[in-house]
């Protein structure tokens, strides 16, 4: 199995869980970046992301599941709630 490379899209992109993934030998990128600006919305991220051939680690569940619906099969996600709770539908 080929190795997930992730990014830690805006809402995710906390420098410490960066350092702690790539302490564990994960490939993670974090918004912003070389390739992505810190003002990058969420579509611009993905895009991005797709790009690089990587997974969107994200809270924003809500918004990307919209893009995910008109991505159908373009990308990948990782959704973590905040919050324990019911997925928004």
Do not use: Y
Request: proline letters at 8%; glycine letters at 6%; one cysteine or more.
């Amino acid at each position: 199995m080929p190795d997930v490379k992730l990014h830690l899209d805006a809402d995710t992109s906390i420098k410490s869980l960066q350092a702690a993934l790539l302490a564990r030998g994960l490939d993670v990128t974090r918004t912003p970046n070389a390739w992505m600006p810190l003002d990058a919305s969420d579509e611009q991220q993905l895009l991005g992301a797709t790009a690089q051939g990587r997974v969107i680690f994200t809270f924003n569940i809500r918004d990307f599941l919209v893009l995910a619906r008109v991505t159908r099969g373009m990308a990948a996600f990782c959704w973590l709630p905040k919050q324990p709770g019911p997925c928004p539908r």
